[in-house]
């Protein structure tokens, strides 16, 4: 709550879910390009989760993230999830084509 409530341009307001409207331009930007590409879902990309909250301060702060183990939970969430995309198919792909990595069975 306090990560939102610093990204707010009126922190006294009250604040029911974490929302993008009441954020300040940048914070605005970080948390669609968070919600639409490192970790798409499937709707209501205006909502923002504790999960997403946390990495815009990451992001914000310059703090260091794993971010193999971000993309990797997000693709384990995205086979047991529907709401949740797979958006990095033609990446991997490259990456399993360049070190020759045998995909026939």
């Not at 989760?49 to 997000?74: A, T």
């Amino acid at each position: 709550m306090q990560i939102y409530k610093s990204c707010l341009k009126n922190p006294l307001s009250k604040m029911r879910s974490f929302s993008v409207g009441g954020l300040k331009m940048n914070e605005r930007l970080n948390a669609f390009i968070i919600s639409w590409m490192l970790t798409p879902r499937g709707n209501n990309h205006s909502t923002l989760s504790e999960e997403d909250m946390v990495l815009m301060y990451c992001i914000m702060h310059k703090v260091k993230l794993n971010w193999i183990h971000i993309f990797k939970d997000h693709m384990q969430k995205s086979t047991k999830l529907s709401d949740y995309h797979y958006p990095y198919a033609i990446l991997i792909s490259k990456f399993l084509n360049y070190f020759e990595v045998d995909l026939e069975e």
